[in-house]
């Protein structure tokens, strides 16, 4: 399975989102998940399963299909939540 992080220049806060994202696998115990981060201009529907996306960007990447808007970036808790969401809906646990 493959998830992203996208933001509007896939530098700083995909990026961020990203390294969350692994924690988050990682404190689940889950190891075969490839996560990477994408800007939006960049982030097309093959890339990932599962896209993760600040709330401000929502309308821009409804296109990639799968798409988890985070109400907040930088909410570890929330992150935690749709990231076992997602995994429990995939059989990853």
Do not use: W
């Not at 982030?43 to 985070?70: T, Y």
């Not at 907040?72 to 929330?78: F, L, R």
């Amino acid at each position: 399975m493959k998830m992203a992080a996208v933001c509007g220049s896939g530098l700083g806060s995909s990026f961020m989102v990203e390294m969350n994202i692994k924690t988050v696998l990682g404190e689940l115990g889950i190891n075969d998940v490839e996560v990477n981060h994408y800007d939006v201009g960049s982030a097309a529907p093959e890339l990932a399963d599962v896209f993760f996306v600040g709330g401000d960007l929502a309308d821009s990447v409804q296109h990639l299909g799968n798409v988890v808007v985070l109400d907040s970036i930088i909410d570890m808790d929330e992150l935690r939540d749709k990231v076992k969401k997602v995994a429990e809906e995939n059989n990853l646990i």
